[in-house]
């Protein structure tokens, strides 16, 4: 914590609630969108010609923003909890999507997989024990 930190009050009625939106670039959006509409993403704004397009899922959003120049790096990885890991696993790869490892109980009390978007995007589905 630096200094000037370390310095401020503290605000217990402020606090951390929830992940509202995620932003993701890409350089082929259609290819994004098809992606995501797979996987069971709803699509609220934009859409495959869009340079802009925005998914619903409970309460929070996946935006996907078009990128012209440069690569796109790997950043991290975004955890999505899902109702049930194994069934929505089971979509994935009935849906021709590739996970990198069937369903599994991690030591931190979370089942979960992992699958990467097109563009390197690593996607985290769990659910807590």
Do not use: C, K
Not at 95 to 112: K, L, M, S, T
């Amino acid at each position: 914590m630096t200094q000037a930190r370390m310095n401020e009050p503290e605000d217990d009625d402020v606090r951390i609630e929830s992940l509202s939106t995620i932003t993701f670039a890409t350089h082929d959006m259609a290819r994004s969108v098809r992606f995501y509409e797979t996987l069971g993403f709803r699509i609220v704004y934009g859409g495959a010609n869009e340079a802009f397009t925005s998914f619903a899922f409970g309460s929070s959003f996946l935006n996907i923003t078009s990128e012209t120049h440069g690569p796109i790096q790997w950043w991290g990885r975004v955890i999505i909890y899902v109702s049930d890991v194994d069934a929505f696993y089971r979509r994935a790869i009935s849906r021709g999507i590739e996970p990198q490892f069937a369903p599994r109980d991690a030591p931190w009390n979370e089942r979960y997989f992992h699958l990467t978007d097109p563009d390197g995007h690593e996607l985290s589905f769990a659910r807590p024990l």
